[in-house]
């Protein structure tokens, strides 16, 4: 006898046992008794269209034998609707989901179907309670939130500080930043600070340049030709000057100057006698690869002699300091035509 069959609750649904080709099936999953009951019992309630507090309290079941179950999420949602649940206590239980699955897929990642976020909050009008569960459960529950949750930053930076370079948290906290317009121009906004914090524990992780680089340059309420204000390119620009100085050949802080000096609309020779310097132009030693591949883009933007220059160094990358690339080195070389008719 299973928990639902002897369950006077449960007593007047009719359970649907999971088909899998008849008695002589080719390969039956080999499920528990207690998984195999409890998902004969979401069958009928689905199939019935039931939305009640025993289907929400059964998807909790089923998820917490198998948080992988994309079809429970997306029932979950619908029961969620429909009720009007209250989303802070749904986000309470998601929880605790959460930092047992730190990269569950239902719970985390942005489907791609799904344009970051289309309505931000301080543009869209009243939202309908857990609308199209076609984003992740969690952005469906903070949707219908008009504020922030002040533990919601907290609660992921604990998830960071189990994987610092968690690909579905940090999806979901650009979508956070999107949607409740945390961008670097927020007076109230603490992203700068987070990411800080971030890249003094490892000025090497990746994903915390990519947020830093969001929450700076990428706000759509920004007119799409106006340009980013000076201070902001500076203040940028330091930052990124003094990770360098940190770490030479950290290859993130070097493509995130580059960057920032593209969005400012000035060249990378804005900057040359800081790559030069690294590069062992200055009567140094080269002291990064990196700033070697810089003042190579530089100068090949150039002249005839700057061209020349920029050969030079893109040798010393194909047959010293990167010869593991040689051929990506001996292609860029190609590319700048000296010597050529």
Known sequence: MGEYEDAAEWSDVVPIPQDDGGPNALAVIAYTDEYSEAMSYLRAVMAMDEKSERALGLTEHIISMNPAHYTVWLYRADVLRALN??????????????????KNYQIWSVRPSY????????HRPPANPYPSPYRNHRQTIMSQLSTLPPLELSFLSRMLAKDAKNYHVFSYRQWLVAHFGLWSTNPASTELRFVDGL????????????HRWFVVFADPSAPAAAAVPAATCQRELAFATAKIREAPQNQAAWNYLKGVLRKSGRGLGALAGFAEEFAGERG????????????????????????RKAERVLGLLADTYDPIRKNYWDYRKRLLGVGQA
């Open 85 to 102: 649940h209250d989303p802070a206590q749904e986000l309470e239980w998601l929880n605790k989901i959460s930092l047992k699955h730190l």
């Open 284 to 307: 140094g030693q080269v002291r990064s690869s990196h700033a070697l591949d810089f003042v190579a883009e530089m100068w090949g933007q150039g002249g005839p002699e700057e061209k």
């Open 115 to 122: 344009h970051l976020c289309p309505q931000p909050i301080h």
């Open 199 to 210: 890249l003094r524990a490892d000025l090497r992780n990746n994903s915390a340049w990519h």
